[in-house]
T-cell receptor, first 111, second 111 residues
Framework: GQQVMQIPQYQHVQEGEDFTTYCNSSTTLSNIQWYKQRPGGHPVFLIQ???SGEVKKQKRLTFQFGEAKKNSSLHITATQTTDVGTYFC???????????WGAGTKLIIKP | DAMVIQNPRYQVTQFGKPVTLSCSQTLNHNVMYWYQQKSSQAPKLLFH???????NEADTPDNFQSRRPNTSFCFLDIRSPGLGDAAMYLC??????????FGPGTRLTVL
């Protein structure tokens, strides 16, 4: 079946270091969404990417959608303690309503 | 503020004792979803309503049922909870297939 693979599962960083999570789909996506879930919280929508090669920025967060619309990444520059949580990508395939969720990448800030 | 509300936030039930979780929204979104999320996993879609049309995921157990009496409210009924049904249950809404807004979730414990 259709899958969205997300890596890594966990990433430990020192505060101030950068963080990146990657998603790869087995099929072409019509769009991809990113969500953040804080510990003990619920997923919160961050952004949606639709166009091939699209790059969007939100302050220290940079989101990319690949040219083939099969992969995406989220990069956080100079992580802060407020960035802690699990980041999920969720892709939608053409002609199918369903969001296919990645497994998530948990960002852990080392003390 | 427009929002998604879930009640109760915590629910404890006994093995086999039916339980109902509720969700309400003030966003006037036409799509409502129920997800199950277990620890360190991505949310798993159980079913969704597009307006009044109910859509059940193929692997959602028959033990799970849902009702949507009007645009604002949606209920999740678990007819005979088993130990494996202990999880966080998340309600989400969206306008058509756009970004999803999640409620805070109901954490279900099965004794």
């Amino acid at each position: 079946g259709q899958q969205v693979m997300q890596i890594p599962q966990y990433q430990h960083v020192q505060e101030g270091e950068d963080f990146t999570t990657y998603c790869n789909s087995s099929t072409t996506l019509s769009n991809i969404q990113w969500y953040k879930q804080r510990p003990g919280g619920h997923p919160v929508f961050l952004i949606q990417l639709v166009k091939s090669g699209e790059v969007k920025k939100q302050k220290r967060l940079t989101f990319q959608f690949g040219e083939a619309k099969k992969n995406s990444s989220l990069h956080i520059t100079a992580t802060q303690t407020t960035d802690v949580g699990t980041y999920f990508c969720a892709g939608r395939v053409d002609s199918n309503y369903q969001l296919i969720w990645g497994a998530g990448t948990k960002l852990i800030i080392k003390p | 503020d427009a929002m998604v509300i879930q009640n109760p936030r915590y629910q404890v039930t006994q093995f086999g004792k039916p339980v109902t979780l509720s969700c309400s929204q003030t966003l006037n979104h036409n799509v409502m979803y129920w997800y199950q999320q277990k620890s360190s996993q991505a949310p798993k879609l159980l079913f969704h309503y597009y307006d009044k049309d109910f859509n059940n995921e193929a692997d959602t157990p028959d033990n799970f049922q849902s009702r949507r009496p009007n645009t604002s409210f949606c209920f999740l009924d678990i007819r005979s909870p088993g130990l494996g049904d202990a999880a966080m249950y998340l309600c989400a809404t969206s306008r058509d297939w756009s970004s999803q807004y999640f409620g805070p979730g109901t954490r279900l414990t099965v004794l």
